[in-house]
C-alpha cells in the first residue's frame, strides 16, 4: 500500500514537472521579438537648387541603394546591410541580427548611420551631402512602432537623402536691352 502511494506520488510529481517545464518552453517560444528597423527616401534633387539642402522640386528615386552601417562603441562595425528603395523613393531597412553590445552606448540612435550608395539614374547619381546622406545620416526616434501579438517594431528615419544630377544646364540669363 505505501509502495503504491510512493509510486503514485513520484508519478505525478513526474507529470507536474513535465507540465511546468512545457509551459515555461511555450512561453519562452511566444516572447515578444523586438526588430529595430530604419525607414527614409530618396530623391533626386533639382538642378535649380543644386549646393542646398532644399528638396523642393525633387523625384524620388526608385531603385536606389542605400547603406545602414551601426558600430560599436569601439568605433568597430557591428552590422552592415545595404537596401534598395521601392518606387516611391522609399527604403524600409528592418535590422535583422542587429544587437546591442551595450543598451546605451551601442543603442540604433548613437550606432547607425545610413548612406547613399548608388543610383540607378544616369542622369542623377552623383552624391549630394543632404541630411549628411554621403558621411552618414544619423537615425532619428521618431516614437514610431508597429505591434503584433508576438513582434514590435521599433521604427527610426533618417534622411530624406537625395542624390544630385551630373549634369545641369545652366539657367538662362535675362538680357535687358541697353537704354
Aim: proline letters at 4%; hydrophobic letters at 40%.
Amino acid at each position: 500500500m505505501a509502495n503504491s502511494r510512493l509510486t503514485t506520488t513520484l508519478v505525478s510529481f513526474l507529470v507536474l514537472s513535465l507540465a511546468v517545464s512545457s509551459i515555461t518552453a511555450q512561453e519562452k517560444l511566444a516572447e515578444k521579438q523586438v526588430d529595430v528597423v530604419v525607414e527614409g527616401v530618396v530623391y533626386c534633387q533639382s538642378c535649380d537648387l543644386y549646393g542646398t539642402w532644399s528638396l523642393t522640386g525633387a523625384k524620388p528615386i526608385e531603385a536606389a541603394t542605400v547603406s545602414v552601417i551601426c558600430k560599436d562603441h569601439r568605433n568597430r562595425v557591428r552590422f552592415y546591410k545595404a537596401f534598395h528603395t521601392d518606387n516611391n523613393g522609399y527604403f524600409y531597412a528592418q535590422l535583422l541580427g542587429f544587437k546591442m553590445s551595450h543598451a546605451l552606448l551601442d543603442h540604433p540612435l548613437h550606432s547607425c548611420r545610413v548612406k547613399l550608395v548608388s543610383s540607378p539614374l544616369e542622369n542623377c547619381n552623383l552624391f549630394s551631402n543632404i541630411d549628411y546622406g554621403l558621411y552618414g545620416a544619423p537615425l532619428r526616434y521618431e516614437d514610431k512602432k508597429l505591434v503584433g501579438k508576438n513582434y514590435e517594431a521599433v521604427i527610426y528615419a533618417a534622411g530624406p537623402l537625395a542624390f544630385r544630377p551630373a549634369h545641369c544646364t545652366p539657367k538662362e540669363q535675362s538680357i535687358k536691352p541697353e537704354d
